[in-house]
């Protein structure tokens, strides 16, 4: 059982890693490419090759905040249905106890209640991370400032490791997601 949340949170964190770095990285190239088509297309040298990359740089970080909530609600989608590893993950809909039936297409709209309590657990895993490191840090860093070591960077990697203990408490937590062998 631990194969498959390890399988299924790999290839949901590579999935989540690959689009929200994908867009930020073309949301951020697109604002890029119109400030400087919008300042005279000066003829590019080091300065304006610098001038640019600061300016990518500054709306990747921005963009890819916003692009890591969109890239975790898509990727639930394509966590069900699927084998990993001897099991998979499925969702059932629940209007009534008794006559819970199987989603065998699954639509955002068939999401929406378990993104939320599956995001709510992200925060709740994210926050907890969080609060260990500040006061791992405290105890064991030099640090001017209690949050130095914070950055989008750091988040997203406690993003990632709350994903998979989310994985494990979700299925165990919620009604409509059951595990069966494949």
């Known amino acids: 059982m631990s194969r498959f949340y390890f399988i299924l949170w790999l290839?949901?964190?590579?999935?989540?890693?690959?689009?929200?770095?994908?867009?930020a990285a073309f949301v951020s190239f697109l604002i890029t490419a119109i400030i400087y088509i919008n300042h005279d297309m000066r003829s590019l040298n080091s300065e304006v090759y610098e001038a640019l990359f600061s300016i990518f740089k500054f709306w990747f970080v921005l963009s890819w905040s916003v692009t890591i909530l969109f890239a975790i609600f898509r990727s639930?989608?394509?966590?069900?249905?699927?084998?990993?590893?001897?099991y998979k993950m499925l969702l059932f809909s629940c209007e009534n106890e008794q006559k819970s039936e199987l989603i065998e297409t699954i639509g955002y709209g068939d999401l929406v209640k378990i993104w939320r309590k599956w995001i709510m657990l992200l925060i709740w895993l994210v926050g907890t991370f969080m609060i260990l490191t500040t006061v791992f840090f405290k105890l064991f860093g030099s640090f001017e400032s209690i949050f130095d070591w914070f950055n989008i960077y750091i988040l997203y990697a406690f993003?990632?490791?709350?994903?998979?203990?989310?994985?494990?408490?979700?299925s165990s937590k919620c009604k409509k997601i059951r595990i069966k062998k494949c």
């Open 76 to 86: 639930l989608k394509y966590v069900f249905n699927s084998c990993f590893g001897d």
């Open 11 to 23: 290839k949901w964190a590579f999935g989540v890693t690959l689009s929200s770095v994908g867009l």
């Open 159 to 170: 993003i990632l490791m709350a994903g998979y203990f989310s994985f494990i408490i979700l």
